[in-house]
T-cell receptor, first 111, second 118 residues
Framework: QKEVEQNSGPLSVPEGAIASLNCTYS??????FFWYRQYSGKSPELIMS????GDKEDGRFTAQLNKASQYVSLLIRDSQPSDSATYLC???????????FGPGTSLSVIP | EAEVAQSPRYKITEKSQAVAFWCDPI?????LYWYRQILGQGPELLVQ????????DSQLPKDRFSAERLKGVDSTLKIQPAELGDSAMYLC????????????????FGPGTRLLVL
């Protein structure tokens, strides 16, 4: 079992719709969770970080964490073509452990 | 806005040659990371520094890769000799603990160095 798993996609949604990106992780003691966006040929950029169970909202983005189910998701409301990118889920045990990245999910927002 | 700097941005080399990449983290960030990202995959940690000390290099192919951060600021990653399978994006990132948050730490990535080994 891989440590961090994501659907590779591609996930296609029409402009204005909600895009839902999912991620599961295997290490139950993980404490920190991150979503990065990566445009083709560019480096990852942090969108959201979440540490506690529940929802965390930032603009059009909502991260959801369920530690009991070892599941973290990212919702993008009112999707725009500029949201088309690969979204990387990343998980960390403690501040001193390494970050484990998932393989990423490719999102395409169709105008 | 502070950024992580990397150079070169692109490197083409022939197999068996030596290559070196440089990274300058965000000022004040004690933790520095080197990642390798193969097309279609997530970044894989090669080495992590805390100041000038190596914290994790378990995935670094030590027969050909080396990394140093002598003064605890900028860092160099070297490959000698390069192999065809080393073609990838090499990403540097830095982080500092989020104030008052246990278990919280975000990484900021540089633009990366795209390596092509022929």
């Amino acid at each position: 079992q891989k440590e961090v798993e994501q659907n590779s996609g591609p996930l296609s949604v029409p402009e204005g719709a909600i895009a839902s990106l999912n991620c599961t992780y295997s290490d139950r003691v993980s404490q920190s969770f991150f979503w990065y966006r990566q445009y083709s040929g560019k480096s990852p950029e942090l969108i959201m970080s979440i540490y506690s169970n529940g929802d965390k909202e930032d603009g059009r983005f909502t991260a959801q964490l369920n530690k009991a189910s070892q599941y973290v998701s990212l919702l993008i409301r009112d999707s725009q073509p500029s949201d088309s990118a690969t979204y990387l889920c990343a998980v960390k045990r403690t501040s001193y452990d390494k970050v484990i990245f998932g393989p990423g999910t490719s999102l395409s927002v169709i105008p | 806005e502070a950024e992580v700097a990397q150079s070169p941005r692109y490197k083409i080399t022939e197999k068996s040659q030596a290559v070196a990449f440089w990274c300058d983290p965000i000022s004040g960030h004690a933790t520095l990371y080197w990642y390798r990202q193969i097309l279609g995959q997530g970044p894989e940690l090669l080495v992590q520094f805390q100041d000038e000390s190596v914290v994790d290099d378990s995935q670094l192919p030590k027969d050909r890769f080396s990394a140093e951060r002598l003064k605890g600021v900028d860092s160099t990653l070297k490959i000698q000799p390069a192999e065809l399978g080393d073609s990838a994006m090499y990403l540097c990132a830095s982080s500092g603990l989020a104030s008052g948050r246990s278990g919280g730490e975000t990484q900021y990535f540089g633009p990366g160095t795209r390596l092509l080994v022929l």
